[in-house]
């Protein structure tokens, strides 16, 4: 037997839409499929990037998508540095872009 003997509507591996949650992404209402991450569910909303860097202000979003890179990070609720391509949308999630700088060395010495 192949997989295109399968009856579509009996392939337990074919994609099913879950129902919609709801989320706040830098305090405004957002949607999101239950069980999508939270770059995916910005993704959906058709931006690209959401960070900048902290040397050259460059914009970034999804790179890896498989948690090596860190290009996706968000703040969600108190916790900084969440991996958005790794971390699947909870109800009532508070999503926070991120937007760095280096620290001022100089600043430091001075304290
Ligand atoms: S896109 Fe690379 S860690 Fe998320």
Redesign the pocket.
């Known amino acids: 037997m192949t997989a295109y003997l399968r009856d579509h509507a009996d392939d337990p591996a074919a994609p099913r839409r879950g129902h919609t949650i709801g989320f706040t992404l830098d305090g405004e209402p957002a949607t999101a499929i239950e069980g999508q991450t939270i770059?995916g569910a910005i993704l959906s909303t058709g931006r690209t990037s959401w960070r900048t860097t902290a040397v050259g202000a460059e914009p970034r979003?999804?790179?890896?998508?498989?948690?090596?890179?860190?290009?996706?990070?968000v703040t969600v609720g108190e916790t900084r540095d969440v991996?958005?391509?790794?971390r699947r949308v909870r109800e009532g999630d508070e999503v926070c872009t991120q937007h760095d700088r280096l620290p001022d060395t100089h600043e430091e010495a001075r304290a």
């Open positions: 770059a979003g999804v790179f890896c998508g498989i948690g090596v890179c860190f290009d996706c990070i991996r958005a391509c790794l």
